[in-house]
């Protein structure tokens, strides 16, 4: 495996193509499990190779913003009159229960 970033992304170009004439040759050999694997392998090693080169053109120092997916999405917000509504229901409820408890 080569140690410049260049080379790297060059060595992960010609795996995507060497991946990709062996799809092709699963494929007229009609063998179907076989050229899906090539073609995976060689869609993986194209990406990345993109990403090797996006990562030469940014700065050093330069860190992603951080992606946390377990992250908690509040509830969606209920609409102002079914709020107001459900409000005037538990006032109801519980001036009616003040009422029975005088009684």
């Given at each position: 495996?080569?140690?410049?970033?260049?080379?790297?992304?060059?060595?992960?170009?010609?795996?995507?193509?060497?991946?990709?004439?062996?799809?092709?040759?699963?494929?007229?050999?009609?063998?179907?499990?076989?050229?899906?694997?090539?073609?995976?392998?060689?869609?993986?090693?194209?990406?990345?190779?993109?990403?090797?080169?996006?990562?030469?053109?940014?700065?050093?120092?330069?860190?992603?913003?951080?992606q946390n997916p377990n992250r908690w999405n509040p509830e969606?917000?209920?609409?102002?009159?079914?709020?107001?509504?459900?409000?005037?229901?538990?006032?109801?409820?519980?001036?009616?229960?003040?009422?029975?408890?005088?009684?």
């Amino acid at each position: 495996m080569p140690a410049n970033f260049r080379e790297i992304a060059e060595f992960q170009r010609r795996e995507a193509a060497r991946h990709f004439a062996l799809a092709q040759q699963a494929r007229d050999r009609k063998s179907r499990s076989e050229a899906e694997y090539h073609t995976q392998m060689a869609v993986h090693h194209a990406r990345t190779a993109v990403e090797q080169e996006k990562g030469m053109t940014q700065p050093l120092g330069y860190k992603p913003a951080p992606q946390n997916p377990n992250r908690w999405n509040p509830e969606p917000r209920l609409p102002a009159a079914l709020a107001w509504l459900l409000s005037v229901f538990r006032g109801a409820e519980r001036f009616a229960t003040s009422v029975r408890q005088l009684m």
